[in-house]
Structures are given as structure tokens and as C-alpha cells.
């Protein structure tokens, strides 16, 4: 549908995210406490893994001075788990909408984009609750914020790409299902976000963890909150290339596809 | 939107117009859903092509109700969901200078887990409205469903004809100037049928276009201006309702005798006239499930004819035998008859589900080997929903449910219709 369409029917854009976001945890008793728990207990199970299995020293935050692998464990995770969390929730979303798309004409799109704005509103919400905890450990994160709100930006055209093409591509293949949670499997671990890339011994390996899709905006992430510095002209360039290429390639395939979802559901 | 779209200047005065629509559907013989069993077929599905509309043309000019008719599979549906835009047509296009609403399923969207306020919101905007336009609505919507005191508590708490009141009085709500709808009309209770009717009315009155889609032609009869009859995806008559009607129920009952044999057989002298469904001494079209229901069978004969046999066959449009009450059975033939005249079979507590049914009739010696007339499709009528909520089968045997056991729940899940998928689970 065209742009004009979409814009027409934002409330119904608004409305959907809101049901997202309302109908989450239900039934569920610690409700929205499980968005929080999640995070903070693979921060939990890496930090014991990073240092007391692995024996590894914390990274040191340049200029920022910090030593705590939490924090910089969460820098790069948050983002990376809005980005996969959001693709895998679009993934089935139009297969699940299907009655909707066979009986009345709306922008299919929104059932994906709705999607990703109730998950970035999770992901305020966290970084929210690790801005306080870098707080106290003395590191005065407050004015990065205004840099990491650019980066999210890019983060979500590029998520928004990956999951318009994989939800339209999972109509008529359902294998896309399993072949993302290998991919997300793969990209999480070929990002820095539970290793260091400078203390990789091989340079073809600190070469793909950092100029990776997800390893690039990871890395962008981390040299914002945990550094506290700009990541690098060509950082900002690598990971806007990924998110520009990412979206226009997602709304082209979507766009071609959606409509024949209500003949092919 | 397309649908606020100006259209040319040849178009005033025109609604909705459908130029030379074509829809193809491809049927599949193989249909790969997975990567493997594409890359396995050579990277193609095998199918054919099925050709669900062919060359249909028509404009709706504003203001008028047209009813589109035709059996199930001539393509009405598929033209009323190209018209919807939810289907995209090969050839062909259809213009819409109005702002149009599409009625095809009624909550489509509703979530069970949303209070009933959220989900007005939220069903409202999928089919296109604005939040201020909802927000000035609500009231009139909540009205209009009679559910004030349960607004605020989650859909899945409500009954089924709750759920389709809040439903439709969203939809109606939506205020377009064009609105297409698919068979809803028979929806909830009796007196909220009659609300909806008004509204309808009230609608047409107001100078909106309306375009209806059905097999109840009784509905097209006594509510729009002009009828479009879809065969074989084209169209096959258009003009007033009561002469496309009689044409497609003439050709309809055709079709079903040329299967059947001949319409009418047997050597008189009798003859039956006709065949009258009522309710409290009242022709109807359409009956309800659990209604007192009245077979009045109109006969007339030029000579007297001695105990005749009268019988009476109920069937589904599928030619499926309901019942077959008969004069002898019921020890209720007479020792002579003449002129003309008339049988009642009453029947109360009507147990046919919701569905089409014909009626044939016979007439016959009383040892049944002189036929004096049998009389196909005497007559068809509908049944709607009433006080059984079955809808497979045919009829309902009214049964109570009771259930025993040590792992059995006294407490009954009580929850709105249409059923969702997050309904199942193992606890």
C-alpha cells in the first residue's frame, strides 16, 4: 500500500502497537517485570561465564574508565535483542493476522511495524533501567543518550527491514521460521557483545565482529554507553549503509508480495 | 486512500464503478511450503488456473441499495472482496468515489483479552476511521450495542450475541457513504435484527450507497433498488430485484429438477397450488430455529377424490432428506376432498439449524400406488438462528450436556464466539 495509505490509517498503526504492549504478559504474574528479568538474567549467567569460567578481565571503558562486564555485556545486548526479538515476533505476524488480511483492506504492514514499536517501547524502558545503573557506577551517561536515540533510529530502519522481508517471505515458505533462529543464533555470537573484539587473536575474525550487521551497530552501541565516546565517521556510515539497504530492500519485497497475502493465507 | 480518491468527471454521480474485472486464482495441484520441497520441484508450483470472475462490469450510481446474488461459488464473494480491495483483479479496474466501508466479517480484529472499549477503538480503526472520529462516535456506538455496563470488562466475558451487538454497532458506525456487506444481516435476536433493519433504512434514506452480497433473496427482495446476478464469475442478469430474482430462482430450481427429474409428476386430478410457511398466521420468507412453525399446503381438484394421502418432504438445498411427515402416518387423511382448499402442519419447536431448505410435496392414493401429483421444490424458505446456537447438521436434537468425573471443572468456560486460537491449551 502506498505511502498516503499508511499514513490514513496511523491510528490503527497506534492502536495495534498499544494492543501489543497490553496483551504481552497477560495471565502472566510478574507481568512486565519478565521484560527486565530476561536481560538481567543473561547478564547474570555471561558475567559468570566472562569471569569466573573463562577468566577474562573486563573490558575498560575508554575514556569513560569503567571495568564492569555487566555493563558493557548490556550496552551491546539490549539492542541486539531488540533487533532479534523484534524479527522473530514479525516473522508470524502476517500468518497470524491472516483472518484480518483475508476480511478487510489495511496496510499489512502495520501488523510488522506494530510489532516493532511496542518492542522499542520495551527497550526504553530498559535502557532507562541501565542508564541508572551506570549512574551508580560513576559514569555520567545522561548526555549520550542524545547519540544513542540517532543510533536507535538507524537500528530500527534496519530491523524494521529485516522483518518486513522475512514476515512476507514466511507467507510462502514457513521455513524462514527455523532459518532465523539459526541466523539470530549466528549473529548473535559473530557480535561483541559477550567477547571483546580487540583481544581476538585472528584479524579475519575481529574483521567480521566488528564490520558484521548487527556487529557494527553493536559495536556503535557499546562505544556510546560504556565508552562514552562517537563511534567513528565511518562506524555511523557502515551501520546507516546496513539500515538504508536493509529497509528499502524489506519495504520493496513486502510491498511486491502483500498483495496476493489475502489469496495466499 | 484510493477510496477518497476523486475519480474522473465522467464518474458523477457514480459510487462505485467495475470495469472488465478479471480474477484468476491459481489451484494448486502441489504446493510447496518449504524450501526444500520448492528446490525439489524445480523451483516451480504446478497449477492451474481458475478463472473466479470473467468481463464484470456494472456502476453503482449514488444512492442506490444493489443486491448481488448467486449460488455459492459463482464468484460474488470474490467480487465483493475486489471491490473491498482486500483481492487485487487481474484485468480490469473498479473505481470507488466514496468513502467505503467493507462489512465482511463482523469484530474482525476484536481481541479477547481488550475490554470492550479498546476493542471498539481498535475494530473501528482497522475498518478505516479516525481516532476523533471514534472518539465522537463511542457513545453512539456503546449505545447502540446496549452494553454500558459491561464496556470496560474484556470481550472474552461476553456472550456470543453480545460480542456480535458490539460488533455491528461498530460497524454501522463507520458512517461511510458506500458500504459494502456480506450476508450480516442476520445477526442476534430478533429485536436487535429489527435495530439493524432501521439503521439500514435509515442508511438508504440518507442518500448512501449500498451494495449487499448474498444467496437470501428474500433480503435483495425487500430492500434494494436493483439486483446483480453472478454466474460462472459474470453476470448474468441486472435490472429490478423482483424480475432478476424470479429469473435466478426459476433457473436455480431448473437446475436442481434437471438432477432431480421433472418438477412435477403424478396423473391428478389433484393438484398441489402452493406451499405457505407462517408464524403466527403470518407468511414468512424466513423462520426461526425453536419458532411455532405452520406448513400450509394449497391444493384445489375438479373432482372429488377419496382419502387422499398428503405428504411432505423437508429437505436441505443439498438434497439432503430432513423429514417427511405423511397424512396416513398421522392418521389424519380425510374420507373426501374437492374444490379447493388448504392442509395446515403445524409444528412447533422447530428443529432445523440455521440453513436453506426445500419442500416437496406429494399426493397419493391411500395405498400409494396412485400417484396423484408430487411436486418438486414446492417451496424454499430459511431458517435463522433462534434458540439453538448448533450450526452443524441439520437439526438439533436439543440435548443437555452433564458432565461427572474427579478431574472435571464445575465451573463451565463460559466465553464469546468466535473462538480463538489461544481458547486451546492443556492446564
Redesign the interface.
Known amino acids: 500500500m502506498s505511502l498516503?495509505?499508511a499514513v490514513?490509517?496511523r491510528?490503527?498503526l497506534?492502536?495495534?502497537s498499544?494492543?501489543e504492549l497490553?496483551?504481552r504478559y497477560?495471565k502472566s504474574v510478574l507481568g512486565w517485570a519478565w521484560s527486565l528479568l530476561n536481560p538481567l538474567s543473561q547478564m547474570v549467567i555471561f558475567t559468570v561465564v566472562f569471569l569466573y569460567i573463562f577468566l577474562r578481565e573486563p573490558p575498560i571503558g575508554d575514556p569513560s574508565g569503567l571495568e564492569v562486564f555487566p555493563l558493557y555485556f548490556l550496552a551491546g545486548m539490549l539492542p541486539f535483542q531488540y533487533f532479534s526479538i523484534s524479527v522473530t515476533a514479525s516473522i508470524g505476524s502476517v500468518q497470524e493476522g491472516s483472518?484480518?488480511?483475508?476480511?478487510?483492506?489495511?496496510p499489512h504492514e502495520h501488523l510488522v511495524l506494530s510489532i516493532v514499536i511496542a518492542q522499542f517501547a520495551t527497550l526504553l524502558i530498559e535502557l532507562l533501567v541501565l542508564s541508572v545503573a551506570f549512574l551508580i557506577f560513576g559514569h555520567m551517561v545522561l548526555p549520550w543518550l542524545a547519540p544513542m536515540m540517532l543510533l536507535l533510529v538507524l537500528i530500527t530502519m534496519f530491523t524494521i527491514g529485516v522483518a518486513l522481508l522475512l514476515s512476507a517471505a514466511n507467507v510462502f515458505?514457513?521455513?524462514i521460521n527455523y532459518l532465523w533462529t539459526i541466523v539470530a543464533q549466528l549473529l548473535f555470537y559473530s557480535s561483541p557483545i559477550i567477547f571483546v573484539t580487540e583481544e581476538i587473536p585472528f584479524a579475519w575474525l575481529r574483521l567480521i565482529t566488528s564490520l558484521g550487521p548487527t556487529g557494527s551497530f553493536v559495536r556503535a552501541s557499546q562505544e556510546i554507553l560504556y565508552d562514552g565516546q562517537w563511534p567513528s565517521i565511518e562506524r555511523w556510515a557502515l551501520v546507516a549503509m546496513y539500515s538504508i539497504t536493509s529497509l528499502l530492500a524489506g519495504a520493496w519485497v513486502f510491498n511486491r508480495l502483500s498483495?496476493r497475502f489475502?489469496?495466499e493465507l | 486512500m484510493s477510496w477518497l480518491g476523486h475519480g474522473n468527471p465522467d464518474d458523477h454521480g457514480i459510487a462505485l464503478r467495475v470495469d472488465d474485472v478479471t480474477k484468476t486464482f491459481k489451484v494448486y495441484d502441489e504446493r510447496a511450503t518449504s524450501l526444500k520441497q520448492f528446490i525439489a520441484m524445480g523451483g516451480r508450483n504446478k497449477y492451474e488456473e481458475f478463472e473466479a470472475l470473467r468481463n464484470v462490469s456494472f456502476e453503482v450510481p449514488v444512492g442506490e441499495a444493489v443486491g448481488i446474488i448467486g449460488h455459492n461459488g459463482s464468484g460474488k464473494s470474490t467480487l465483493l472482496k475486489c471491490m473491498a480491495k482486500i483481492l487485487t483483479p487481474n484485468a480490469g479496474s473498479i473505481t470507488i468515489n466514496k468513502r467505503m466501508a467493507a462489512l465482511l466479517e463482523l469484530g474482525a480484529g476484536f481481541h479477547p483479552e481488550l475490554s470492550g472499549r479498546d476493542n471498539v477503538f481498535l475494530n473501528a480503526a482497522i475498518l478505516g476511521m479516525s481516532r476523533p472520529d471514534i472518539a465522537r462516535r463511542f457513545d453512539d456506538i456503546v449505545a447502540f450495542s446496549e452494553l454500558e455496563r459491561f464496556i470496560d470488562t474484556p470481550v472474552k466475558t461476553y456472550s456470543s450475541g453480545m460480542y456480535v451487538r458490539l460488533a455491528f454497532a461498530v460497524a454501522i458506525n463507520v458512517d461511510p457513504d458506500l458500504l459494502l456487506i456480506d450476508e450480516i444481516l442476520a445477526v442476534g435476536d430478533v429485536t436487535f435484527q429489527q435495530k439493524c433493519m432501521e439503521k439500514f433504512v435509515q442508511f438508504r434514506n440518507e442518500g448512501r450507497t449500498l451494495v449487499l452480497v448474498t444467496h437470501d433473496t428474500s433480503s435483495v427482495r425487500n430492500f434494494c433498488d436493483r439486483a446483480i446476478w453472478i454466474d460462472h464469475g459474470e453476470v448474468k442478469a441486472d435490472g429490478s430485484p423482483a424480475d432478476v430474482i424470479d429469473e435466478y430462482t426459476e433457473t436455480m430450481l431448473e437446475a436442481q429438477a434437471a438432477a432431480d427429474g421433472s418438477m412435477r409428476r403424478g396423473d391428478g386430478p389433484l393438484r398441489v397450488t402452493k406451499v405457505d410457511v407462517l408464524v403466527s398466521d403470518t407468511r414468512m420468507d424466513r423462520v426461526r430455529t425453536g419458532d411455532d412453525v405452520t406448513f400450509r399446503v394449497h391444493f384445489e381438484t375438479p373432482e372429488p377424490v377419496a382419502n387422499p394421502v398428503f405428504s411432505l418432504s423437508i429437505a436441505s438445498l443439498t438434497g439432503i432428506p430432513v423429514t417427511a411427515p405423511s397424512s396416513r402416518d398421522a392418521r389424519a387423511v380425510p374420507v373426501s376432498v374437492d374444490g379447493k382448499g388448504h392442509v395446515d402442519i403445524a409444528v412447533r419447536d422447530l428443529s432445523l439449524i440455521p440453513g436453506s431448505y426445500t419442500i416437496h410435496t406429494e399426493v397419493s392414493g391411500w395405498s400409494r400406488q396412485h400417484l396423484y401429483d408430487h411436486l418438486q421444490h414446492a417451496r424454499t424458505f430459511d431458517v435463522l438462528a433462534g434458540d439453538s446456537s448448533e450450526i452443524d447438521g441439520l437439526v438439533t436434537l436439543r440435548p443437555t450436556w452433564t458432565w461427572s468425573g474427579d478431574g472435571v471443572s464445575s465451573e463451565i468456560y463460559d466465553r464469546a464466539l468466535p473462538p480463538s486460537p489461544d481458547d486451546d491449551g492443556i492446564t
Open positions: 498516503r495509505t490514513a490509517h491510528n490503527l497506534y492502536l495495534l498499544l494492543k497490553r496483551t497477560r483472518n484480518l488480511i483475508k476480511k478487510v483492506a489495511f515458505f514457513h521455513d498483495p489475502a489469496e
